[in-house]
């Protein structure tokens, strides 16, 4: 289903359910919304986050939150370009959420000193290398 969000669309697999989110960063509370495509196997979270003037989009502080986040470990954090953006692409294993082990893939991306997260995760532990799905989800992304 097409969804357009501040600054991007994207094509999920099925409609996202949107909520307001305020998240901590090193630059203070940042207000988004986030979108989520979940069923009882795990699914997709879609946020888009734009910082203050002041303030910097930190890739690597942004893994590392959501691996807090989820107690989990990153196991893969690359360092990529995303649609000539600089990004970080990571897989993140152990994590759990309301104590259901999960694995979280996470593209990251800095559009213009914007956060753009797509996260795919899965119940349990996960295949070392993205489903496909993430592939086929992050080939549909625009940036606006």
Do not use: C, W
């Amino acid at each position: 289903m097409p969804l357009t969000g501040n600054g991007f669309t994207i094509k999920l697999p099925h409609a996202a359910q949107s909520s307001p989110e305020t998240v901590n960063t090193a630059a203070g509370k940042v207000t988004t919304t986030v979108y989520s495509d979940v069923n009882d196997d795990g699914g997709f979270v879609v946020a888009m986050a734009a910082y203050p003037n002041r303030a910097k989009v930190n890739l690597p502080g942004a893994v590392t939150g959501v691996a807090k986040n989820f107690s989990g470990t990153v196991a893969v954090n690359d360092m990529i370009q995303f649609q000539g953006y600089p990004a970080r692409q990571v897989r993140i294993d152990n994590g759990a959420t309301n104590g259901v082990p999960i694995t979280i893939y996470l593209l990251a991306v800095n559009v213009h000193n914007k956060l753009f997260q797509l996260q795919y995760v899965l119940k349990g532990a996960a295949p070392t290398s993205a489903p496909d799905i993430l592939n086929t989800v992050a080939g549909t992304v625009s940036f606006s």
